[in-house]
């Protein structure tokens, strides 16, 4: 928490005005942040100056260990994050290559389970890092990567959140994860229960201990619509961390794909202050 309030404040005080080609919004910005979280103390990284909603974030990660590139997939997971940008984005709304109403395209999860061959056919990168640490392997690569270049015109966002790198030492499981763009009152909340849920999901089906999530971000920013509600939020004292509680009886990746819910997940001690609704764009 104290690095996230951290961030906040250095965007605040220090960062710079830039002007957004996508949505023609200012963002006040700044270069590189690293955070990082202990997987292995329970100690869950959520945002306590406002009440946050976690589950959604949870399955958001689930659509993407499943590789889902549809915006009704991810509502019956329990999220509606996806619906906007699927249904709402006059450019994707335009594109020859959108299969029609919630379709989100090559994005995420849909890329990095079936990553396009330069021949023909594609690559599961998740199945491959899966058993790859299951049996004690680990090649310096074993990369989920949902970045393709080639793909963008083929999805309606580009991914934020686009790199988890596995590492396995001994026994403990290590995670880097790099994120290119951070919309830090709505995306940044979301993004450290993600990296955090990630790296213990695959420890526990992996059979390795969790150890430390390493989150680098490179451009971060907060709109200036933002920016009121985000010095409201930084002048409210944290409370302490809570824990997160993840079903035990999650053991493979086939069980990740198949039947594990938001009922499998549970936090404890989550105390909070009031909602803030921050505004969203497209």
């Not at 080609?21 to 690293?34: E, M």
């Not at 001994?170 to 709505?186: A, E, H, I, K």
């Not at 619509?225 to 009886?249: G, H, T």
């Amino acid at each position: 928490m104290d690095q996230y309030l951290q961030l906040c404040e250095r965007i605040i005080n220090h960062g710079e005005w830039v002007t957004n080609p996508r949505t023609g919004k200012r963002c006040l910005t700044v270069i590189n942040a690293d955070l990082s979280y202990d997987v292995s103390l329970s100690t869950f990284p959520l945002v306590t100056t406002r009440k946050s909603y976690w589950k959604s974030a949870v399955a958001e990660i689930l659509g993407y260990i499943r590789g889902y590139r549809n915006a009704e997939q991810f509502r019956s997971l329990g999220t509606k994050t996806w619906d906007l940008n699927a249904n709402a984005n006059e450019a994707w709304l335009a594109n020859p290559n959108r299969r029609g109403v919630d379709d989100m395209g090559l994005v995420y999860g849909a890329i990095g389970r079936a990553f396009p061959r330069p021949l023909g056919g594609d690559l599961d990168l998740l199945s491959k890092i899966y058993h790859d640490l299951r049996n004690g392997i680990d090649d310096r690569a074993e990369i989920y990567t949902f970045y393709h270049p080639g793909a963008f015109d083929m999805g309606c966002l580009r991914p934020c959140l686009y790199s988890h790198h596995f590492s396995l030492v001994g026994d403990q499981l290590f995670l880097n994860s790099t994120q290119r763009s951070c919309d830090v009152p709505l995306g940044l909340n979301f993004n450290m229960v993600q990296v955090y849920v990630f790296l213990a999901l695959m420890a526990q089906i992996t059979g390795k201990k969790p150890a430390m999530a390493y989150h680098k971000i490179v451009n971060c920013h907060i709109y200036e619509d933002q920016l009121e509600l985000m010095k409201l939020q930084c002048s409210r004292k944290p409370f302490s961390s809570p824990v997160m509680r993840i079903n035990p009886q999650i053991k493979t990746l086939e069980d990740l794909e198949t039947w594990v819910s938001l009922d499998d997940f549970e936090v404890e001690n989550y105390h909070h202050h009031d909602a803030i609704k921050y505004p969203f764009t497209v």
